[in-house]
């Protein structure tokens, strides 16, 4: 986190406080705090552009008490998770791309048995279009075999 500031009264700064450095310091994480624990993980990673922001609507009137001023805005640059967390997010994401996966195939399988009803469809309607696709299959290298079984025989 990066925090822009100048010392607006060098008098309240240095004499009213034993280090107005550990006492910005101080303020700065409280208001860290504050932010952080009315956000969930998910929250704070989709705002993490506004949490400088909401510290540093926080931080100024505390400055002010230190004879300090915040210039701009509070920058929060990364934010870090325990492993145990990083860990549950890692989770979550494979669950979530395992799930699209499964809903990818599925809708695979759905396009896939839609053409076969539809080709069963047109080889009912059209009973030459199934000697059209064995002459086919016999075009590519595959074995044919026309005509009926003997009564009793079976194929295999």
Not at 81 to 101: H, I, N, S, T, Y
Request: net charge negative; hydrophobic share 45%; aromatic share 4%.
């Amino acid at each position: 986190m990066f925090v822009s500031f100048r010392i607006a009264d060098p008098v309240r700064a240095l004499l009213e406080h034993e280090s107005w450095q550990l006492a910005m310091h101080a303020v700065v994480q409280v208001a860290l705090r504050e932010v952080v624990t009315g956000t969930t993980a998910d929250e704070m990673l989709a705002a993490r552009g506004t949490l400088g922001t909401q510290i540093a609507e926080r931080v100024r009137p505390r400055f002010a008490e230190l004879g300090l001023e915040l210039e701009g805005s509070i920058d929060v640059r990364d934010i870090t998770f325990p492993g145990d967390l990083k860990r549950a997010f890692a989770k979550v994401l494979l669950a979530r791309k395992e799930g699209e996966a499964a809903l990818e195939r599925a809708r695979g399988e759905q396009a896939a048995l839609r053409s076969l009803a539809n080709s069963a469809r047109l080889i009912a309607e059209h009973p030459g279009l199934l000697h059209l696709r064995a002459l086919q299959a016999a075009e590519q290298g595959a074995t044919v075999v026309f005509g009926e079984l003997p009564p009793g025989t079976a194929p295999g």
